[in-house]
């Protein structure tokens, strides 16, 4: 599956975006699907999943309340909507896809096959 992931910009903080995760392939709704986020220089961490089998999200701890990922199956495509922003949530954000994931790996990018480029997320204050 080849993924492209779009939707970022330049915002004001407390403003919200969303991004977009478009797939490729026809058997899109088999695959469960993370949002990563990195900034230059540090780590890539874990934002929101939503598996395929049964549909389940989960959130990184300072995403939840604010972050909601969902998926639309007849679009291939799996949506990050972000609101309340920050400046710490400035990033490029990845979309990535497994086609094999279990609850307990949801937050390891090594357990995603599949990436898509990025789009980047400035948020100012």
């Known amino acids: 599956v080849q993924l492209q992931a779009s939707g970022g910009g330049l915002v004001q903080a407390g403003s919200s975006l969303r991004l977009s995760c478009a797939a490729s392939g026809r058997t899109f709704s088999r695959y469960s699907v993370a949002w990563f986020r990195q900034v230059p220089g540090m780590e890539r961490i874990f934002v929101a999943a939503i598996k395929s089998s049964d549909r389940s999200t989960h959130y990184a701890d300072s995403m939840k309340g604010r972050f909601t990922i969902s998926r639309d199956n007849a679009k291939n495509t799996v949506h990050l909507q972000m609101n309340t922003l920050r400046p710490e949530d400035t990033a490029v954000y990845y979309c990535?896809?497994?086609?094999?994931?279990?609850?307990?790996?949801?937050?390891?990018?090594?357990?995603?096959?599949?990436w898509g480029q990025g789009t980047l997320v400035t948020v100012s204050s």
């Open positions: 990535a896809a497994s086609s094999s994931l279990i609850s307990s790996n949801v937050r390891n990018q090594l357990a995603y096959a599949y």
